[in-house]
């Protein structure tokens, strides 16, 4: 467990940890018992912004989960409009993640960026499937050199207030590297080319850098998960 819990903290998580102390600070002047509530407090917002090293599978063609957290959604669906995207159904993998799991977002694949898109929007539960459509957005339009499309979509949720995105068009990223990230709590979607089949089930936990959501290069069929 220490290499989960005791590794870097991401360089925008800094001002959150520093307001965290010296609100601690503050309450332990106040109350030794608010006090120990703030040091609680601080220890959980440094944690949240924790930014672990990943090993990513470098074979081509792999999709790599671009978040940490449970598969929740595998399912049809279009892909943002703003990217200007044929608007086709396309098989769309969403990964949940909740206010413990690492909020640093990867790139699936390598690729370049070649369009991306803010929209505002509502912040309902991003485990609710219109969280998609309604929730405050940031999408990436991402083609591999082979000139496959795919899609990733942070999405805001009822907590998360703040959707980072340090990429730009023109930019190539490799899989595993970090790309965005979002404060507090969220989802992110992948959306798959055409004839691509998932190799993750609901409900599995995905990690970000590292669990394979599919394999652009396989005719194998689409997984089933079974609970046990």
């Not at 790599?64 to 957290?69: E, F, H, T």
């Not at 943002?80 to 909020?103: C, K, W, Y």
């Not at 991306?116 to 309604?134: I, T």
Request: with cysteine; proline share 7%.
């Amino acid at each position: 467990m220490t290499p989960k819990v005791l590794c870097p903290i991401h360089r925008a998580g800094w001002p959150f940890v520093a307001i965290f102390a010296v609100a601690t600070a503050l309450l332990w002047w106040m109350a030794m018992p608010l006090g120990l509530v703030g040091v609680v407090l601080t220890l959980w917002c440094a944690y949240f912004f924790r930014d672990p090293d990943r090993i990513t599978p470098n074979r081509a063609g792999l999709v790599i989960s671009p978040a940490d957290g449970v598969v929740q959604m595998i399912q049809p669906a279009v892909p943002p409009a703003e990217l200007g995207l044929d608007q086709r159904p396309r098989t769309r993998i969403s990964v949940f993640m909740n206010v413990f799991n690492v909020h640093i977002n990867r790139s699936p694949i390598d690729a370049e960026v070649v369009g991306s898109a803010y929209r505002p929007g509502k912040f309902v539960n991003a485990a609710l499937d219109k969280a998609s459509d309604e929730n405050e957005r940031s999408s990436l339009h991402l083609r591999t050199q082979d000139g496959q499309d795919i899609c990733v979509v942070q999405i805001a949720g009822l907590v998360a207030r703040r959707i980072l995105t340090w990429t730009q068009p023109g930019q190539k990223l490799r899989a595993g590297e970090r790309y965005g990230m979002i404060r507090f709590g969220s989802r992110v979607d992948v959306y798959l080319p055409d004839g691509v089949q998932p190799l993750v089930s609901v409900g599995q936990t995905a990690i970000a850098g590292e669990t394979v959501l599919a394999d652009l290069r396989s005719e194998e069929a689409a997984r089933l998960g079974e609970m046990r």
